[in-house]
């Protein structure tokens, strides 16, 4: 059993970093003062969601608001980041103690499989609206309109769930017979 | 009445001592009406005599965190910290409009904000900001209320500054209103006539006094009725 999760976990880190190093140097430039370069531009999104108009009109510092868009958003994909790999680093350990080797039980490992995604929208979704509207941890949520919100909620939500679903295809228990999704077809499957 | 605000209350205490008067009155309630026509119906300024109390500010309990009132300069200013998003000041008629005067039928706010983001610290700069229509006067025979953001949604997490100078934009017409039972038209006097009238009425009273408003209203002015100032953190 050990041996077989050892013998998955390189391959769900593959499947994991294609996602989460765009994701990281992102973190890291919107953690970044606004003044130093960084591989993104740091104020790509505070322009591209932030609703200037209410700022100015209040006659606020923008570089001050945007510096607090950056905080937010930084922070929320750190959160999404730790509830992705938590939730796909658990289904890609936990899936090899299923009791799938039986014939017939490809089903209860798609039931499970599509219980756990489940679960991982749902927390995506749930971290969203935390930073964005729940919480009071960050006064920039109400910097950006409802419907850039949702939009924000979306994008995120598809790209840390690609993030658990490549990470989970590649790294989940390839090697039980029953195991016949779509991981058990790819051509990785030829080396474990 | 017609004349100064100060001359015709004086002439109005003589009349209410004059127990002559005041016995026909009690009598007849009906045949005695007072009321003062002027271009300015506003008694004095609140600020001057620090009329505007702490409990005029009716939403915001002053045994909430961080409540204080004081005036500086003859201003009074409430500051508070509160989730609440809009806020209510109610002053007394009485206290700042002639009585028996025609009232104010329009109030004029003028209107300053200013917002700190975050916590408040030395050199941070106020933003003066350009939202407008931030107080609705509601006017009643009692009172005067002042609701403050009721169609503004202002952002938490900031500290607010708001000023408002209330002025009068309109007096009011309530003379016409009072005096209308004792009007007689062309068209009704011949029937008036025939009922046998105990009390006769008094032909176009209703436009005599229409024209001695006009005449009130064309020197109408402006007048600063209070200045008040909100100091407040707005949680979420």
């Known amino acids: 059993m050990i041996i077989n999760i050892l013998k998955t976990l390189p391959w769900y880190f593959v499947g994991l970093a294609v996602f989460l190093v765009p994701s990281v140097l992102l973190i890291a430039s919107l953690l970044a003062p606004l003044d130093v370069e960084s591989f993104f531009?740091?104020?790509?999104?505070?322009?591209?969601?932030?609703?200037?108009?209410?700022?100015?009109?209040?006659?606020?510092?923008?570089?001050?608001?945007?510096?607090?868009?950056?905080?937010?958003?930084?922070?929320?994909?750190?959160?999404?980041?730790?509830?992705?790999?938590?939730?796909?680093?658990?289904?890609?350990?936990?899936?090899?103690?299923?009791?799938?080797?039986?014939?017939?039980?490809?089903?209860?490992?798609?039931?499970?499989?599509?219980?756990?995604?489940?679960?991982?929208?749902?927390?995506?979704?749930?971290?969203?609206?935390?930073?964005?509207?729940?919480?009071?941890?960050?006064?920039?949520?109400?910097?950006?309109?409802?419907?850039?919100?949702?939009?924000?909620?979306?994008?995120?939500?598809?790209?840390?769930?690609?993030?658990?679903?490549?990470?989970?295809?590649?790294?989940?228990?390839?090697?039980?017979?029953?195991?016949?999704?779509?991981?058990?077809?790819?051509?990785?499957?030829?080396?474990? | 009445m017609i004349g100064r605000g100060e001359n015709i209350n004086?002439?109005?205490?003589?009349?209410?001592?004059?127990?002559?008067?005041?016995?026909?009155?009690?009598?007849?309630?009906?045949?005695?009406?007072?009321?003062?026509?002027?271009?300015?119906?506003?008694?004095?300024?609140?600020?001057?005599?620090?009329?505007?109390?702490?409990?005029?500010?009716?939403?915001?309990?002053s045994q909430s965190e961080g409540y204080k009132f004081k005036y500086k300069d003859n201003l009074p200013i409430y500051e508070f910290i509160t989730s609440k998003n809009n806020f209510e000041l109610k002053f007394n008629n009485s206290d700042f409009i002639v009585p028996g005067s025609n009232g104010v039928a329009k109030y004029k706010i003028e209107e300053h904000l200013w917002s700190l983001r975050g916590a408040c610290k030395k050199n941070d700069k106020w933003g003066k900001s350009k939202r407008e229509n931030l107080v609705e006067p509601v006017i009643t025979d009692e009172t005067l209320t002042l609701k403050f953001f009721e169609d503004t949604k202002l952002k938490w997490g900031y500290r607010w500054f708001m000023l408002a100078n209330v002025y009068t934009a309109r007096n009011g017409s309530s003379t016409q209103d009072e005096f209308k039972d004792w009007d007689l038209t062309d068209s009704d006097a011949a029937n008036h006539m025939q009922s046998d009238p105990k009390l006769f009425k008094t032909l176009n009273l209703m436009n005599i006094i229409e024209m001695i408003d006009d005449v009130a209203n064309e020197e109408f002015k402006p007048t600063l009725v209070a200045s008040v100032a909100l100091n407040f953190e707005l949680e979420k």
Not at chain 1, 65 to 87: E, G, K, P, R
Not at chain 1, 97 to 110: Q, S, T
């Open chain 1, 41 to 192: 531009s740091n104020q790509f999104f505070a322009d591209k969601f932030m609703d200037l108009e209410t700022i100015l009109n209040d006659e606020q510092d923008p570089a001050n608001a945007t510096a607090d868009f950056n905080l937010m958003f930084a922070w929320l994909n750190i959160y999404l980041l730790i509830t992705s790999i938590a939730i796909s680093l658990s289904w890609a350990i936990g899936s090899h103690f299923l009791n799938i080797d039986e014939p017939g039980k490809a089903k209860f490992f798609g039931i499970t499989w599509t219980i756990i995604s489940g679960i991982l929208v749902g927390s995506l979704l749930i971290v969203n609206y935390t930073i964005f509207s729940w919480s009071n941890f960050f006064m920039a949520q109400q910097d950006i309109t409802v419907r850039d919100m949702n939009t924000m909620v979306l994008i995120s939500t598809i790209y840390y769930s690609l993030m658990y679903w490549l990470s989970c295809i590649l790294g989940t228990a390839r090697q039980a017979r029953s195991a016949v999704l779509l991981a058990n077809k790819l051509p990785a499957r030829n080396f474990l």
């Open chain 2, 10 to 61: 004086f002439i109005k205490e003589k009349l209410k001592k004059n127990q002559k008067l005041q016995d026909a009155i009690a009598e007849n309630p009906d045949t005695y009406k007072f009321t003062m026509i002027t271009s300015n119906v506003i008694s004095e300024n609140l600020n001057i005599n620090k009329k505007v109390k702490d409990k005029d500010l009716i939403n915001i309990s």
